[in-house]
């Protein structure tokens, strides 16, 4: 394995965190990114989480001996609730928190949406300081608040700079923005960045079915000065699918150099 490819848990979504961190390390990663996406990818419940949850997830990576680079969570929560998210951060040593940079059905205009996510964003880097952690945003992203090439711009310019960004190849390949141009902007800035193919309008196609232009990427990246990791990201539908594409999808991606 390619020393800076890691597998998000998403890519074991269809098991319990405790099963798919097992079929994580059977299959050769010893260093994950761990998800959460609400009951989609349900591996840390952010809007109940306690000091106690935190306890518990934390004690069963450790119980593992897998490492954790970096905790990305989707969906909708309070500041509050993000807070739990950095401490499990620091009890798995994790050095990263990723999280979605918002949509504006969140409340119901996008000026309001923009600006409550600016907020959020500073508070999190606040939370970062406080845990000794990087705060992250997962911007550009299809159907959010950066997703043309005009929200992208405008989110960034507004951001705390210490809000780092995770890149994602598949989302600005879903809009049909430029993808590589954006990762030659966005490269100082980067701190993490996820793998998924993709084409126009669809940003879950299996790995060499879609049109991301993986070997361009990374040189682009790589040339621009990052040197961390890659996650591999998509989810399954069915257990049975999740062991067979972690299979081929690693197969597909040993052929570039991460």
């Known amino acids: 394995m390619h020393n800076k490819l890691i597998a998000s848990t998403m890519t074991q979504r269809t098991f319990t965190l405790d099963v798919a961190l097992d079929k994580l390390l059977e299959a050769g990663f010893d260093t994950i990114e761990l998800c959460s996406v609400g009951e989609w990818v349900p591996h840390f419940d952010v809007a109940n989480a306690t000091d106690e949850t935190v306890k518990q997830t934390a004690d069963l990576i450790k119980s593992k001996g897998i490492k954790v680079h970096c905790?990305?969570?989707g969906g909708v929560y309070t500041a509050e609730q993000l807070e739990k998210v950095y401490q499990l951060a620091r009890e798995v040593k994790a050095g990263i928190v990723t999280y979605a940079c918002g949509t504006k059905e969140e409340t119901g205009s996008y000026e309001t949406a923009f600006q409550k996510h600016v907020e959020l964003n500073s508070k999190l880097a606040d939370f970062g300081d406080k845990y000794g952690i990087i705060c992250s945003v997962e911007a550009p992203?299809?159907?959010s608040l950066a997703e043309t090439p005009e929200q992208i711009d405008a989110y960034?310019?507004?951001?705390?700079?210490r809000v780092k960004c995770t890149f994602d190849v598949a989302h600005l390949t879903y809009s049909g923005a430029d993808m590589i141009g954006y990762a030659k902007k966005l490269a100082k800035r980067m701190v993490h960045s996820h793998l998924r193919?993709?084409?126009l309008g669809n940003s879950l196609k299996r790995y060499g079915e879609g049109t991301v232009d993986f070997a361009t990427y990374l040189k682009t990246v790589k040339d621009a000065g990052?040197?961390?990791?890659?996650?591999?990201?998509?989810?399954?539908?069915?257990p049975e699918e999740a062991v067979e594409r972690l299979v081929s999808s690693r197969i597909f991606l040993s052929q570039?150099?991460?």
């Open 71 to 73: 905790i990305n969570i």
């Open 141 to 143: 992203h299809k159907l």
């Open 197 to 199: 193919d993709a084409c």
């Open 256 to 258: 570039f150099d991460i």
């Open 156 to 161: 960034w310019a507004a951001q705390d700079p």
């Open 226 to 238: 990052y040197n961390g990791y890659f996650s591999m990201e998509y989810p399954p539908e069915t």
